[in-house]
């Protein structure tokens, strides 16, 4: 199995302590926002889909709240350099539907989903729908797997869906065993970076604080059971120390 790390746009927080209700800190902080091929030899899965490709064209930052969004390099030409067009993608899984997640994913209207069924619902059912719904619409017909929990998605424990909600109510985390480098648990937004899980700091948009500590309560859990590396994918310094794609991890 390989794990590739995928570029997929850049941010700027102007007030920190909206991510961490621990923080009186209202400084700019920069983070990373990566998604992740899995290639596994039962299929290809694709985790999360970044801002959207179409950013590239626009020369200024485009602002959103407390946020500052910027791409340099879309995911389609990473994914060419690699040999993997989108339409090669079996599975197709959103930590949750947030804007810098659902960017690129019409790009996989191929896939299956792979959604925990409480995000299912507000991504395709809700009244009204998330204002980001553009961005992965070609989706509402696609295969999906409606998740109530956790998931073993070939049954071999190598890519395990943990249910994570908090920060959205059906929010989940990712579980992969490698053979080489070992259990990776990539985070989604359950924080936006060490000191955030660390501290237990709870955005302040989150959707349920409780749990929201519950799942960090979880995760924990599951680093010490699994003796996983925690990779959380807002985290700037830690993606700096990633190798990108075309290289990969196994």
Request: with cysteine.
């Amino acid at each position: 199995m390989k794990l590739y790390v995928l570029y997929a746009g850049e941010i700027t927080c102007t007030d920190r302590s909206q991510l961490d209700s621990n923080s009186n800190d209202q400084n700019e902080i920069e983070l990373a926002n990566p998604i992740f091929l899995i290639d596994h030899p039962k299929g290809k899965v694709m985790w999360d889909a970044g801002l959207s490709d179409q950013l590239i064209e626009v020369e200024e930052d485009i602002e959103a709240w407390i946020f500052k969004l910027r791409m340099k390099k879309t995911v389609l030409s990473q994914l060419e350099e690699i040999g993997v067009p989108p339409e090669s993608i079996d599975y197709f899984a959103f930590s949750h539907i947030h804007n810098d997640h659902t960017g690129n994913a019409n790009y996989f209207k191929s896939a299956q989903l792979v959604m925990q069924e409480k995000e299912y619902h507000l991504a395709f059912q809700a009244d009204p729908l998330p204002v980001n719904y553009k961005d992965y619409q070609e989706l509402k017909d696609s295969t999906v797997i409606k998740l109530h929990g956790d998931y073993d998605l070939f049954g071999d424990g190598k890519i395990r869906f943990i249910s994570t909600p908090g920060h959205t109510a059906g929010h989940q985390s990712l579980l992969l065993k490698l053979e080489k480098t070992g259990s990776i648990l990539i985070s989604g937004d359950i924080a936006y970076y060490k000191e955030n899980y660390q501290n237990k700091g709870i955005p302040t948009f989150n959707s349920d604080k409780e749990e929201s500590l519950a799942s960090l309560d979880k995760v924990q859990r599951i680093l010490d059971q699994e003796n996983a590396q925690l990779w959380i994918q807002h985290d700037k310094a830690h993606f700096d120390s990633l190798s990108l794609s075309p290289k990969y991890y196994e």
